[in-house]
């Protein structure tokens, strides 16, 4: 059970303020009940929830995307330390919510969240060649040398085989564009430290063909949408 408030946030996507004043002002019935209470425990699987006496429907499995800032750990839960679903709890009060593959604390940008397991095994799995492009910083220009090497697949220290990753130089002397398609612990940084290179800054930029939402600053997320979804199996 949750509080009629919260539910309807999430129910219709909205803001908890927006679903605040939808109770308030009596918008909101809970099985055919004008509510006016926003604290009514209300089960939302079981319990008809309506807005203008249109009924909402439960969505089975949501789908957030989050542009991650920087010193939030990639997980569901952790005792002392903020997560990446405890951000996006407030709007999206559900459990077994999991970020999608692990950002690294320092790392940011586009993380989806969702409460879908089969989606999210899908999604990170090496077998679905996903791609999964990050804007990487370094602590020194890269070489032509460099980028064959990486182009090429390398093997790590501990002999972990990496597949080939496509490199591409940006306008920017230190920043290049890495694109993978597994996700191995720390693979970006350790792939970059076999040819002697640091990263300074790390930025997922795309999943697929599912782009960081430049709308979204650090920290913000959004549902997303049917396209979205569409997009990261491109
Ligand atoms: N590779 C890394 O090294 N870190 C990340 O957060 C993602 C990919």
């Not at 999210?120 to 799995?125: D, E, L, M």
Request: charged share 30%; proline share 3%.
């Amino acid at each position: 059970m949750e509080r009629l408030d919260k539910i309807v946030a999430s129910m219709t996507g909205g803001s908890r303020k927006d679903a605040r004043g939808m109770v308030l002002r009596g918008r909101v019935s809970v099985n055919g009940k004008v509510s006016g209470n926003i604290a009514q425990k209300v089960d939302p699987k079981t319990d008809d929830i309506s807005v203008d006496g249109q009924s909402l429907t439960y969505k089975k499995y949501v789908y957030i995307m989050i542009n991650k800032p920087k010193g939030i750990l990639s997980a569901s839960n952790d005792k002392s330390r903020e997560t990446v679903v405890d951000l996006v709890k407030p709007d999206f009060p559900r459990d077994g919510l999991f970020p999608v593959g692990r950002l690294d604390k320092d790392t940011t940008g586009l993380l989806i969240i969702t409460d879908d397991g089969d989606f999210g095994h899908k999604v990170i799995s090496p077998k679905s060649l996903i791609e999964k492009e990050y804007l990487v910083t370094l602590d020194k220009p890269i070489t032509a040398e460099d980028i064959k090497v990486l182009e090429a697949g390398v093997t790590l220290a501990d002999g972990t085989v990496c597949r080939p990753a496509k490199v591409r130089q940006t306008e920017r002397e230190k920043v290049v564009s890495m694109t993978i398609t597994e996700g191995k612990y720390h693979e970006i940084k350790r792939m970059l430290g076999v040819v002697g290179i640091g990263v300074n800054e790390l930025e997922r930029i795309r999943i697929g063909s599912l782009c960081k939402d430049d709308k979204l600053d650090v920290g913000q997320y959004r549902e997303l949408t049917e396209e979205d979804l569409s997009l990261v199996w491109k």
